[in-house]
């Protein structure tokens, strides 16, 4: 298992348990977060560093969605990058009405 692996698995790990503190400095600055098409947090896609990805991705998430929790499915080794495929699960709290 590659470094990069590992540490994306410990990432999550820190999430599950609600460390979103320890996770966001185990991001490298130059992060380049991606949101699932279609999903309602995409609107920035992709969110680049740290401050964009809790700012933009993780603060909405917690905020907005009650017993939130990040399933990992999979994690991919693509060189200098990793690829983490998963789900979100949790009650949405807020509505938005079109």
């Known amino acids: ?3 990069n ?4 698995e410990k990432i999550y790990a ?23 098409e279609h999903f309602p947090y995409a609107d920035g896609n992709p969110y680049r560093g740290r401050e964009e990805v809790r700012i933009n991705a993780l603060d909405r998430l917690y905020r907005d969605w009650a017993n939130f ?8 080794d693509a060189g ?3 690829v983490m495929t998963g789900r979100y699960n949790g009650i949405l709290e807020v509505a938005r009405f079109v």
């Open 1 to 3: 298992m590659s470094q």
């Open 5 to 8: 692996v590992e540490i994306i």
């Open 14 to 36: 820190l999430f599950e348990c609600g460390d979103i503190e320890s996770a966001m400095a185990m991001m490298s600055p130059e992060i380049i977060w991606y949101e699932a």
């Open 69 to 76: 929790r990040q399933q990992v499915e999979a994690i991919f």
């Open 80 to 82: 200098n990058a990793v």
